[in-house]
C-alpha cells in the first residue's frame, strides 16, 4: 500500500507549491507519487469546485459538493493508487469543510462531521498536515497574490484563519493520525519538516 498526505491550511498561506515540492522529493527518492486536489480531480469534482467559490451556493450545499468531490476522488484515484503503492498527496481535506463550510459558513457542526466522515469512504490519513504563517504574513502574501482574496472579503478570510486555528484545539478531529501544524513563519524549509514528518524521521 502507498501513502495518503493530506495538505490542509488558509487560502495564500502556500499549500499548492507545498504539494508541488514535496511530490518532486518524494519522487526523488523513489517513491511513485499523484497529486490531487479538492475540490477537483474528477470530471465532477472539477464541476464541484466551480460551484464553491464564494458567494455562489449555500454552505450546507458547498459541504455536499465538496463530500462529492471527495468521494468521487477517493473511489475513482485515490484508492487505486493506493493500492498500486503510490503516494498520493491531497490539496485540501475534511479540514477545509471544517473551516469553510462549519466554522466560516455556519453549517451545523454534527452535520458537518458526518459529511466528512462518511465522505472518506473510510480511508484514513497517514500523515495529514496543517500549513499556516503568521495572520500579518498572511495578508501580505495574499495581497501580493494579483486573485486578492479570490473573491472572499477580508473578514472571512480572517474567519478562515481562526477556523484553523480552532481546527487545532477540536477534540472530535476525524484524523486517527497525529496531525502536524507548520507554520511558514519557521526558517526551516517547511518541505523539508513535511519530509521529516512523512518519513517517520522526526
Ligand atoms: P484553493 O484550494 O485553490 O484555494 O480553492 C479551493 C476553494 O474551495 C477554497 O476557497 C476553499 C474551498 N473549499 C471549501 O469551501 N470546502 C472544502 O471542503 C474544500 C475542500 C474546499
Given amino acids: ?30 517513491h511513485s507519487v499523484i497529486t490531487v486536489r479538492e ?11 466551480e460551484w464553491v467559490k464564494p458567494g455562489l451556493a ?11 468531490s471527495r468521494v468521487e476522488a477517493i473511489a475513482k484515484i485515490i484508492r487505486p493508487a493506493l493500492a498500486e503503492g503510490k503516494w498520493v498527496i491531497s490539496d485540501r481535506s475534511v479540514a477545509s469543510t471544517w473551516v469553510y463550510q462549519y466554522y466560516l459558513g455556519g453549517v451545523d457542526r454534527m452535520a458537518i462531521e458526518r459529511i466528512n466522515l462518511d465522505s472518506m469512504l473510510g480511508l484514513e490519513v497517514d500523515y495529514s498536515v496543517i500549513l499556516n504563517v503568521g495572520l500579518d504574513a498572511l495578508r501580505e502574501r495574499i495581497a501580493d497574490d494579483n ?3 479570490r473573491g472572499m472579503s477580508r473578514r472571512d478570510m480572517d474567519r478562515v ?24 513563519d519557521d526558517p526551516m524549509d517547511v518541505c523539508e519538516r513535511v519530509l521529516q514528518y512523512v518519513t517517520g524521521l522526526k
Avoid at 11 to 25: E, H, I, P, S
Avoid at 58 to 68: H, I, N, R, V, W
Avoid at 163 to 183: A, C, H, T, V
Fill in 147 to 149: 486573485r486578492g482574496y
Fill in 58 to 68: 449555500e454552505p450546507l450545499s458547498q459541504a455536499f459538493m465538496c463530500a462529492t
Fill in 1 to 30: 500500500m502507498g501513502k495518503f498526505i493530506t495538505i490542509d491550511g488558509p487560502n495564500g498561506v502556500g499549500k499548492t507549491t507545498l504539494v508541488f515540492n514535496l511530490a518532486n522529493r518524494l519522487q526523488e527518492s523513489g
Fill in 39 to 49: 475540490p477537483g480531480g474528477t470530471e465532477l469534482g472539477e464541476i464541484m469546485r
Fill in 161 to 184: 484563519y481562526a477556523g484553523y486555528i480552532n481546527w487545532r484545539g477540536d477534540k472530535s478531529m476525524l484524523i486517527k493520525s497525529e496531525q502536524r501544524f507548520l507554520s511558514c
